[in-house]
């Protein structure tokens, strides 16, 4: 409840709505793991099973908060998919963490080259990628 005109009269606050994710990851169980685990910490999760369905989604008008992009996918990979995001006027600002099993110093180089929020390498832990989200979606 907030005060009415800085009074003492209050109000129901309206709560804002759960962030929206998408998710794109070509591994069944690892999207499987992850939508569950962030969907547990009330988020709300589009997962997609490769880089040409993001990219579609990412075009369309439909609202994101953040995306989780796995490196290697068919389609378009990872890092092919957060160019595109980042040439896109309407989305140019949105948060991108990529996750990979290939953990080489020239991907995540190129990665925040084109402008990641984050590098994650699997397994990554559960707690320090919620801990990521929260910070890149407290920052919005």
Do not use: C
């Not at 990665?111 to 910070?135: H, M």
């Amino acid at each position: 409840m907030t005060p009415i005109d800085g009074g003492s009269s209050l109000r129901p606050t309206t709560p804002s709505p759960a962030p929206r994710l998408l998710l794109a990851d070509d591994e069944p169980h690892i999207r499987r793991i992850l939508a569950t685990l962030l969907e547990a910490s009330s988020y709300v999760v589009d997962a997609v099973e490769d880089g040409s369905t993001a990219l579609e989604r990412l075009r369309g008008e439909g609202a994101y908060d953040l995306v989780l992009l796995d490196l290697l996918m068919p389609g378009a990979d990872g890092l092919e998919v957060l160019q595109e995001v980042r040439s896109l006027g309407h989305r140019r600002h949105l948060p991108v963490i990529v996750l990979t099993a290939k953990g080489q110093d020239v991907d995540r180089d190129r990665a925040y080259a084109l402008g990641a929020s984050d590098f994650l390498t699997k397994p990554f832990s559960p707690k320090k990628l919620l801990n990521r989200l929260e910070e890149l979606l407290g920052a919005r």
